[in-house]
């Protein structure tokens, strides 16, 4: 086995806050969503940081990973961005970095917790991507240790702060992923890994380009284009669908007045066949709440109101899932018990 090198855990001096959002407000919401002061990524660059000993041990799930992003970024995925002013985007590098065992980073991390440990990863070099002055285009996306919580049930976030500087516009960007954490202890195979998260991912991405700061593309009430369509009214799990392979969540379309992509590359879509094919996304993504429940919940919600949506079918965001796993934490992942696969593909 690769010897690992540690990196300690650096403390947050403060950062900004915000906590997880609960979304299903923003399930099935039709209209125009506003762009405020259109603070968009209008090019933007992406790149990951895997935080924990797992990536070091399979580098296939980084691989992978950064396969994903690098084709949808550049893939069709991304073009109905356009008209939110975001063209296709870059996948720029990436970096592990296995916490250092002495020095962990706490068990509970807050956005503080990581935009400062974020600054110290840019400050001295471990991360190579560094935000200009005025920077609107670079956004680390951070899939956050194992051994870590954003919170019970929550896939992920994306937040901004400041890198050099106090005062005056945002210049960091940045997401953290945990959805990977509910797969089980440790993934199955690299594929699993991506499969288990892509979709969250894709949300936090297309969120974060379209509203980089909070002055961007949002309802009047806070939700952003992964939110509204993550998933249809009263769903009980995120809606994904499949594009060039990959597992993700669709988002608001303004000038379609729907979700996009409706059932790309012969993915499903609540609302389009109704139950039919909300039913089997349902089964697909209810891996995580178990397949038969998620088939039959994705199956009446998606029928019922995709079609009162309009075909608005969706994905999920920063979300909560409504069940909630016990974790059992452990240094090592190898020798795992069987485990309860959360999230499974079909
Ligand atoms: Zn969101």
């Not at 993934?187 to 949300?203: E, G, I, L, N, Y």
């Not at 284009?225 to 597992?247: A, Q, R, Y």
């Not at 979300?319 to 593909?345: E, T, W």
């Amino acid at each position: 086995m690769a010897r690992h090198k540690h990196l300690p855990y650096v403390s947050a001096r403060g950062a900004n806050g915000g906590g997880e959002h609960v979304n299903s407000q923003c399930h099935g919401w039709i209209g125009t969503v506003p762009g405020h002061q259109r603070h968009v990524m209008a090019s933007p660059q992406v790149y990951a940081i895997y935080w924990d000993a797992y990536f070091r041990e399979t580098p296939a799930a980084v691989t992978v990973m950064n396969r994903f992003l690098r084709e949808i970024l550049r893939g069709s995925y991304m073009s109905r961005l356009r008209q939110y002013g975001v063209r296709s985007g870059k996948f720029v590098g990436s970096r592990v970095i296995v916490p250092d065992p002495q020095n962990p980073p706490p068990s509970s991390l807050t956005p503080a917790n990581i935009e400062a440990q974020l600054q110290s990863w840019i400050k001295y070099g471990t991360v190579t991507m560094r935000p200009d002055p005025r920077e609107t285009n670079r956004l680390f996306l951070i899939f956050t240790p194992n051994t870590t919580s954003l919170g019970p049930g929550l896939c992920g976030y994306h937040r901004n702060g400041r890198y050099g500087k106090s005062s005056g516009e945002p210049n960091l960007f940045w997401a953290a992923v945990q959805q990977w954490h509910y797969i089980v202890q440790s993934p199955p195979s690299p594929r699993a890994f991506a499969d288990s998260c892509t979709w969250a991912v894709s949300h936090e991405l297309v969120e974060a380009f379209t509203d980089r700061d909070g002055k961007g593309y949002r309802t009047n009430s806070g939700c952003e284009i992964g939110d509204i369509c993550e998933c249809p009214v009263g769903c009980p799990e995120p809606k994904t669908v499949k594009v060039d392979g990959w597992l993700v969540e669709t988002y608001w379309d303004n000038q379609g007045q729907t979700c996009y992509p409706e059932g790309a590359d012969g993915g499903v879509h609540a609302g389009t066949a109704g139950g039919a094919n909300a039913g089997a996304n349902g089964g697909a993504n209810g891996g995580a709440n178990g397949g038969a429940n998620g088939g039959a919940n994705g199956g009446a919600n998606g029928g019922a109101n995709g079609g009162a949506n309009g075909g608005a079918g969706a994905p999920k965001p920063p979300r909560r899932i409504p069940k909630r796993r016990v974790r059992r934490r452990s240094p090592r992942r190898s020798g795992h018990s069987p485990s309860r696969a959360r999230k499974r593909r079909a």
